[in-house]
């Protein structure tokens, strides 16, 4: 079946332009994860959702980062007047339950800002 | 806080050598311990999981045991192959929220 994708895989954005990224996790999965990996380290966490409930948001870096998931399905994760230190690449994961380690992974997008 | 601390990459082998990959962890309380794996141009997938101390997780011929006294989950294979080739992350996971704290990776190159 098809798994966890997102949208766009590549993006380069000028410093200060806004950007959106899009998940579409397993259909059905309830809970929903973005994570940020930097260039050679591990993912960290960014935010959480259960169904279209952030019950997590503690890893947003600032508050120009912003994720919703409206209808407990597809979620956009958005960065406003982007700068250098937000290159990374953003993954999605997705979980067929709530309360659960069994996370899916998308193939990220990476974000070059310049 | 909690963290993951993996040894550094990359670490070149050749085919059917003997692997260990080193994870130490610091947590409050008991978390569960995962090892994904992420081959070139792939996203990451989890590759075995162990969720209570001396619990030994195991696929594809890889193995990693959760070692409380050590604060350890080493992954170790008998002889690898060439298509073992990828990053490894070591993640551990709070049950709070169930996020995963990871490692930086480490990667692994096997040579024919």
């Known amino acids: 079946g098809a798994g966890v994708s997102q949208s766009p895989r590549y993006k380069v954005a000028k410093r200060g332009q806004d950007v959106a990224l899009r998940c579409d996790p397993i259909s059905g999965h309830v809970s929903l994860f973005w994570y940020q990996q930097a260039l050679g380290q591990g993912p960290e966490f960014l935010t959480y959702?259960?169904?279209?409930?952030?019950?997590?948001k503690s890893g947003l870096p600032s508050d120009r980062f912003f994720a919703e998931r409206p209808e407990g399905s597809v979620s956009t994760l958005k960065i406003q007047r982007t700068q250098q230190e937000d290159s990374a690449v953003y993954l999605c994961?997705?979980?067929?339950?709530?309360?659960?380690?069994?996370?899916?992974f998308g193939p990220g997008t990476r974000l070059t800002v310049t | 806080g909690n963290s993951v601390t993996q040894m550094e990459g990359p670490v070149t082998l050749s085919e059917e050598a003997f692997l260990t990959i080193n994870c130490t962890y610091t947590a409050t309380g008991y978390p569960s311990l995962f090892w994904y794996v992420q081959y070139p141009g792939e996203g990451l997938q989890l590759l075995l999981k162990a969720t209570k101390a001396d619990d030994k997780g195991s696929n594809k011929g890889f193995e990693a045991t959760y070692r409380k006294e050590t604060t350890s989950f080493h992954l170790e294979k008998g002889s690898v192959q060439v298509s073992d080739s990828a990053v490894y992350f070591c993640?551990?996971?709070?049950?709070?929220?169930?996020?995963?704290?990871w490692g930086a990776g480490t990667k692994l190159i096997i040579k024919p």
């Open positions: 959702f259960q169904n279209e409930a952030q019950l997590d």
């Open positions: 993640a551990l996971g709070r049950d709070s929220n169930y996020q995963l704290i």
């Open positions: 994961a997705s979980s067929p339950f709530g309360g659960t380690y069994e996370q899916y």
